[in-house]
């Protein structure tokens, strides 16, 4: 059996059509400093611990808003929802001002919120670690709020598509009590 890292061209061929098997919830990274509003779409964001409260996302290294939202320290995770498609185009694009045209508001950090998020998520970038071609960024979750009552936009065998309905809202329980019909036996 070959090893795909022997041939680089085919690793990354074979890497990019084996994962996008696996869908990925569409995100846009904004933050503001003097110059103005800029933003990216990260394409694999994860939440990471819960105390503390950690999520991140990975930004390209040839990314041009990255530098930017790194050096503020601050940014907010825009969780998109259903019908957002046109954002997570206008945020793909390289370079240029992103916001022209558009409606947002600030979070108490003075990060942009898009309108019509399912999730917007406020964070203090906690830490950077370079992987590959990418840059994992971690955020301390400082704020959240919750946006449209819509399905979230993901991403998937490279298309963008909408999760359909939820159609029981029973399942996730609102006490631990709840949760007893919920366990998983466990095997010996």
Not at 57 to 84: D, E
Request: a negative charge.
């Amino acid at each position: 059996m070959t090893d795909i890292a022997d041939d680089p061209e085919l690793s990354r061929t074979t890497l990019r059509k084996a994962l996008s098997a696996v869908p990925t919830p569409v995100t846009v990274v904004t933050a503001s400093d003097s110059e103005g509003p800029y933003g990216l779409v990260a394409g694999s964001f994860v939440s990471i611990s819960l105390d503390p409260p950690l999520v991140g996302f990975f930004a390209a290294r040839s990314s041009t808003s990255w530098p930017r939202i790194a050096q503020t320290g601050f940014f907010a995770i825009n969780v998109l929802a259903a019908g957002q498609d046109d954002l997570c185009v206008r945020f793909s694009r390289s370079g240029g001002d992103k916001f022209t045209g558009m409606r947002w508001t600030s979070s108490e950090l003075g990060n942009p919120l898009l309108p019509g998020a399912v999730l917007w998520i406020d964070c203090r970038l906690w830490e950077v670690k370079a992987l590959g071609d990418h840059l994992l960024a971690v955020g301390r979750v400082i704020a959240l709020h919750e946006g449209a009552q819509s399905e979230p936009l993901v991403f998937h065998a490279n298309e963008l598509h909408t999760l359909p309905p939820k159609h029981n809202e029973g399942l996730i329980p609102p006490s631990p009590q709840a949760c007893r019909s919920f366990e998983v036996p466990r095997v010996s």
